[in-house]
């Protein structure tokens, strides 16, 4: 069982940065795999970057590696997001994610357990 708590979303500027993080529960939490969510209003929740158990696999969503980059810390329990050059279509609510496995997926149906999600604008 893991508990996710997202923080440091909010309102940006195009071009500007935000670090997103996911602080876990559970004394278990590097036997999870992580990934990063993001969801529009009316839309889908669509795959943003995953994170095997170790830290030494990483994806991302073709159209976001470069400007983002996922990582984690798990003596504190903590995955982050780095959002980099940031555009108004970055713009939705983004979650953090666990799934119990080690491997990293890049599939929402692959996940257990869901963060509350927290909301990035990025303005013009």
């Known amino acids: 069982q893991v508990q996710l708590v997202e923080s440091g979303g909010g309102l940006v500027q195009a071009g500007g940065s935000l670090k997103l993080s996911c602080a876990a529960s559970?004394?278990?939490?590097?036997?999870?795999?992580m990934g990063w969510f993001r969801q529009a209003p009316g839309k889908e929740r669509e795959f943003v970057a995953t994170?095997?158990?170790?830290?030494?696999?990483?994806y991302y969503a073709d159209s976001l590696k470069g400007r983002f980059t996922i990582s984690r810390d798990n003596a504190k329990n903590t995955g982050y997001l780095q959002m980099n050059s940031l555009k108004p279509e970055d713009t939705a609510v983004y979650y953090c994610a666990a799934r119990n496995g080690y491997r990293a997926k890049l599939v929402r149906e692959e996940y257990d357990y869901w963060g509350q999600g927290t909301q990035v604008t990025v303005s013009s």
């Open positions: 994170i095997d158990w170790s830290g030494g696999t990483r």
């Open positions: 559970g004394r278990t939490f590097s036997a999870y795999a």
